[in-house]
């Protein structure tokens, strides 16, 4: 079974969540005992999540690795396997292949103060390198979270959200776009870029992680780089189509950089070195 | 191994022929078809044509199947059940009269199913094929071979090359691998000892039309250049390129199913495809023909021999046969090596 490098682990889906408006998250654990004891991934790598006899989508593992005995996804319904993903149920089985790509390295973070900046479903990758980072809290100094939705029920992991504002640990500011806020809202009103540009991080032994939307994406990276933030200082993920993960159905290259094994992680010095084909 | 060279006389073909299906061998060889010549499974010699320049799809189908199942699945009570394809399904296969440019296509194709990950099912499939390749004696104007490093009598990718010496003349049998001795040792007979003989006089010249390092090297520095687009102008991305390409491996994975079981299979995609790399969100990194052309010629003689360090095109001049607007490589590859960026 391991020669064949299409064949999908199986999970069993243990949880689902409701995250947002089309979006949920499953928690997937590996029908095979053995298949977990020997899967092992780090912070930013994905996979191909499949309903079998709809096919096969890609996204990140959600959760961090340091949550042992299970993976997350979350997922937005938009296309044919998103929606037949939204129909499974708890104890459905799905396939799961993976992990692939490179990461983020965290390792070199170390001492390090982080800033997470994250734009309506781009969370779920960021979640699981904030997640690696917090559970090993001791290795960074400040870690700052700037979270934006376009309105107050498109932010994802809400009682995430909640879990990191009470920590004393974790600053995290959330925004909503203009008009997208409730009645009740307490956050910030206004898009990304502008949060960030009035919050005003210090760039100084800082890593700013930023993924989203690539319009807040644009509009970010000027930012950081007023408040002095070098490029090879930050990083993003990008997310090409693709079919097998492990460079060979020929879609997701940007020039001869392979999204799937050169990425999804780059900085944005590595970003510039691309063709603009992303 | 260093090539063995035997002569085999032009009316022991059909011998061989008969000793190798006495071995139980599938041998698929170029059949005349519906006005068109394809790798046939021939079951009688006299199915083979050696009238032909070049076979209308390349021979890649043998170990990359236009369409192959590569897991089936059934939902039952007790759950999931999801199998692999087993090997032993797999046939030896024989593949008679492939062109030298055919045979090298083989290891270009190798080249991308092997860089990191190994995709065993090609292997497996190619494990099974003993290629008996035949030089080519004649040649049209689509051919370029001998422009990206082959040539009309090259060995690469072949266990067995046959190279006949003169029209109605006999064979010389290069035998170049242990699966092209294994072939010779079902008909040992019929392979005599070559006295010495320059195969290169029997051979086609085919001129060489542009240098292919220096095409990489232009491209270098070509992804911005306006040439892509008026190249690109009569593309009406088909795909027909891609599908007769004896390297092209882009691929598709898609599931089939029937009621409570199924199957994941693997297609040919093309990069010429508009939907191939549109985003589920409408954005498309490829939005148009000309960028899709460019990823063609780029990732052929740039992205290739840069990553993997072989090129991605052997020179058979398929996708210039079979375009059905008449785009033609070797005049866009030669236009691109003169071009003054």
């Known amino acids: 079974m391991t020669d064949n ?3 999908p682990y199986l999970m069993k889906v243990e949880r689902i969540t409701w995250e947002a408006p089309g979006v949920k998250t499953f928690m997937l654990r590996f029908l095979n005992e053995e298949d977990q004891d020997k899967f092992n991934f780090k912070a930013g790598q994905f996979g191909e999540y499949s309903v079998y006899g709809v096919g096969e989508s890609t996204f990140c593992i959600a959760s961090s690795p340091t949550r042992k005995g299970y993976i997350e996804c979350t997922f937005r319904q938009t ?9 499974c149920e708890e104890g459905s089985v799905l396939g799961f292949r993976g992990p692939y790509g490179n990461i983020f390295p965290i390792d070199e973070w170390k001492g390090k103060n982080l800033l997470f900046i994250a734009g ?19 290795n960074f100094k400040d870690i700052t979270i700037i979270y934006g939705a376009r309105s107050t029920k498109d932010l994802v992991y809400k009682h995430e959200l909640k879990d990191w504002e009470l920590r004393k640990d974790v600053k995290l500011i959330t925004t909503v776009d203009p008009g997208g806020e409730s009645p009740d809202w307490k956050g910030e ?23 989203g939307p690539p319009v807040m994406i644009k509009y970010t990276f000027p930012v950081l780089a007023k408040l002095g933030f070098s490029d090879g200082n930050i990083f993003t993920t990008l997310e090409n189509r693709m079919k097998c993960g492990f460079g060979k159905c020929g879609r997701c290259n940007v020039g001869k950089v392979y999204v799937c094994k050169d990425g999804p992680v780059f900085t944005l010095k590595q970003l510039k070195e691309l063709p603009d084909e992303y | 191994m260093n090539s063995d060279r035997r002569l085999i006389r032009k009316d022991s073909l059909e011998k061989l022929f008969k000793a190798l299906k006495q071995n139980n061998k ?21 199915e083979i044509t050696s009238d032909y320049i070049q076979t209308t799809q390349s021979s890649k189908e043998i170990a990359f199947p236009r369409t192959e199942k590569i897991l089936a699945y059934s939902k039952n009570a007790e759950g999931m059940s999801v199998k692999g394809i087993d090997i032993k399904d797999i046939p030896e296969i024989v593949l008679w009269g492939v062109r030298p440019c055919d045979a090298i296509g083989i290891g270009e194709l190798s080249a991308i199913f092997n860089w990191d990950y190994k995709d065993e099912i090609f292997n497996n499939r190619l494990s099974k094929v003993t290629v008996l390749g035949f030089s080519c004696s004649k040649a049209d104007e689509y051919c370029f071979c001998t422009s990206v490093g082959g040539n009309p ?16 003349g006999d064979y010389l049998a290069e035998i170049l691998t242990e699966k092209g001795s294994l072939i010779v040792s079902m008909a040992e007979a019929l392979f005599e000892r070559a006295g010495k003989v320059e195969k290169e006089k029997f051979l086609v010249d085919v001129p060489v039309r542009f240098n292919h390092e220096d095409v990489r090297n232009k491209l270098t520095t070509f992804f911005e250049s306006g040439e892509w687009v008026q190249q690109s102008l009569k593309c009406l991305g088909c795909g027909a ?30 990069c010429g495809f508009s939907l191939f ?11 148009v023909q000309s960028q899709r052309w460019r990823q063609r010629i780029m990732h052929k003689f740039s992205y290739m021999p840069d990553r993997l360090s072989v090129f991605g095109c052997t020179g058979c001049g398929r996708c210039s046969r079979a375009c059905p607007a008449d785009m033609n490589i070797l005049e866009h590859l030669i236009s691109i090596q003169e071009a003054t960026v």
Not at chain 1, 79 to 87: D, Q
């Open chain 1, 5 to 7: 490098i299409y064949m």
């Open chain 2, 241 to 270: 390129c891609a599908y007769v390409c004896p390297t092209c491996a882009c691929f598709d994975i898609q599931d089939e199913a029937h009621g409570k079981s199924g199957s994941r299979v693997r297609c040919w995609d093309s």
């Open chain 2, 153 to 168: 009598g090259n060995t690469e990718g072949s266990d067995i090359l046959f190279t006949q010496l003169g029209e109605n």
């Open chain 1, 189 to 211: 009103i206004g898009f990304v870029p502008t949060i960030v540009e009035k919050i005003a991080p210090s760039s100084v032994n800082t890593i700013a992680i930023v993924c």
């Open chain 1, 79 to 87: 296309g044919k396997v998103t929606n037949a993903l939204a129909g």
């Open chain 2, 277 to 287: 790399t549109l985003h589920t969100s409408g954005h498309n990194p490829r939005e």
């Open chain 2, 26 to 46: 599938t041998i698929i060889g170029p059949a005349l078809q519906n006005g068109k010549i394809s790798y046939k499974i021939s079951n009688n010699y006299s």
């Open chain 1, 120 to 138: 309506g479903i781009a969370l779920p990758p960021m979640r699981c390198v904030i997640w690696n980072a917090l559970d090993l809290r001791e």
